[in-house]
């Protein structure tokens, strides 16, 4: 009988590790050649690591010839509050240059950077929304090193929420800085997939793309990120959450910023038949949150299940019961609702009182369509 609970320990062991999610940047044997003699520049933040260290350290201490970091919306270091403008820099323990997409320069790399480096790699942690600004970040960089035949090396890393496919695929009249492709809401894609998919759909120019890919990986795997990869998305709950109750971006509701929860509640001062309140401060990563020191009446969601979370998709049941609740009309939304949701008819049908599952049925064939479309680009098990 011992004998046999040891076995089962060694068993139960090895299929841990068989089961470890070994992400792209680990893969150094896969990319690290393609680097050496090479002036290299990399796209990347805080959550580009290799185990335990980042990116930048391993690939300076292997001696490659780092010549510049591009960081995307939130700074290098992941700190920066949501579209806030930080400037160009140089990293104080490399001595590297931060080229910085979110400054007030602009969002492109000037032709004096594109020209300082040889081969660009990219490693970010996405959670595979279509307003997620990280892969936008990524296909202009793409754009850009197509037009200067730089080759883009991607290392690439787990969707967390790449389950599953669901939203009004975007009606390119609304593409903005929250959206830049026609996919749905939840694209169900890794960046690795996104930047092939747009490279060969003609959504991006022609460009030398590799993709390194993720060990241990199916779309099915329920992978936790090691590192929140913003701000305001703190915890696991709050990126299950996220694809629906970003849209409170595009009301004049609060959905938590400023709290230590954002993304997992929601509220107004007028919101009616509330029993939870909550008051948004000033803090880090969300200095000026909207209806800062007001007290809000809401919804506090941290309690909802991750699995019905999950199951309901992309949800809009928390905006129309905002909607409802607050009794504000057309004045419960704002402009940037319809780059969120990337089509018109949603306001309309909210407006009109229709439910949550009239409005679903109007994309659900344009979902399955792309879902059919996606499949000739997944680079992993669905």
């Known amino acids: 009988m011992k004998?046999?609970?040891?076995?089962?320990?060694?068993?139960?062991?090895?299929?841990?590790?068989?089961?470890?999610?070994?992400?792209?940047?680990?893969?150094?044997?896969?990319?690290?050649?393609?680097?050496?003699?090479?002036?290299?520049?990399?796209?990347?933040?805080?959550?580009?690591?290799?185990g335990t260290v980042h990116l930048?350290?391993?690939?300076?201490?292997?001696?490659?010839?780092?010549?510049?970091?591009?960081?995307?919306?939130?700074?290098?270091?992941?700190?920066?509050?949501?579209g806030e403008k930080v400037s160009s820099s140089v990293d104080s323990r490399m001595g590297v240059p931060i080229w910085s997409l979110y400054s007030s320069q602009g969002r492109r790399l000037s032709d004096s950077q594109m020209s300082a480096f040889d081969v660009m790699v990219v490693d970010m942690q996405d959670v595979g929304l279509r307003f997620y600004t990280y892969y936008i970040t990524m296909i202009d960089v793409i754009n850009r090193c197509a037009d200067f035949s730089r080759p883009v090396i991607i290392l690439d890393r787990p969707n967390p929420n790449g389950m599953y496919v669901d939203g009004p695929i975007l009606d390119m009249r609304y593409k903005s800085g929250v959206g830049a492709l026609p996919i749905p809401v939840v694209h169900g894609l890794t960046m690795g997939e996104i930047a092939i998919m747009a490279t060969s759909e003609g959504w991006a120019k022609k460009a030398d793309v590799q993709v390194v890919t993720c060990s241990g990986y199916t779309?099915?795997?329920?992978?936790?990120?090691?590192?929140?990869?913003?701000?305001?998305?703190?915890?696991?709950?709050?990126?299950?959450?996220?694809?629906?109750?970003?849209?409170?971006?595009?009301?004049?509701?609060?959905?938590?910023?400023?709290?230590?929860?954002?993304?997992?509640?929601?509220?107004?001062?007028?919101?009616?038949?509330?029993?939870?309140?909550?008051?948004?401060?000033?803090?880090?990563?969300?200095?000026?949150?909207?209806?800062?020191?007001?007290?809000?009446?809401?919804?506090?969601?941290?309690?909802?299940?991750?699995?019905?979370?999950?199951?309901?998709?992309?949800?809009?049941?928390?905006?129309?019961?905002?909607?409802?609740?607050?009794?504000l009309g057309e004045k419960f939304f704002t402009p940037f609702f319809e780059k969120l949701v990337g089509v018109d008819y949603i306001r309309t049908m909210i407006i009109e009182g229709k439910s949550a599952t009239e409005i679903r049925a109007c994309w659900q064939t344009d979902v399955e369509n792309f879902k059919t479309l996606r499949r000739k680009y997944l680079l992993y098990k669905e």
């Open 3 to 50: 004998k046999l609970a040891l076995l089962l320990v060694f068993l139960s062991f090895c299929g841990s590790l068989s089961a470890r999610i070994i992400v792209g940047a680990e893969r150094t044997d896969e990319y690290m050649p393609q680097l050496k003699g090479k002036r290299v520049a990399v796209l990347a933040n805080h959550t580009a690591t290799v």
């Open 56 to 82: 930048v350290d391993m690939l300076v201490s292997k001696g490659v010839n780092l010549v510049g970091i591009v960081s995307p919306e939130h700074g290098f270091r992941g700190t920066a509050d949501a």
């Open 219 to 327: 779309h099915q795997s329920r992978y936790t990120l090691p590192i929140s990869p913003s701000p305001n998305l703190k915890s696991q709950h709050s990126i299950y959450l996220y694809p629906s109750t970003c849209l409170f971006e595009g009301t004049v509701c609060s959905l938590g910023r400023g709290t230590d929860a954002p993304f997992e509640m929601y509220g107004h001062p007028e919101m009616r038949g509330c029993s939870y309140t909550f008051t948004p401060r000033s803090v880090a990563g969300a200095k000026n949150p909207p209806l800062k020191d007001k007290l809000c009446y809401g919804v506090d969601l941290r309690g909802v299940d991750d699995e019905k979370i999950l199951a309901e998709g992309f949800n809009l049941e928390y905006i129309i019961d905002a909607y409802r609740r607050t009794n």
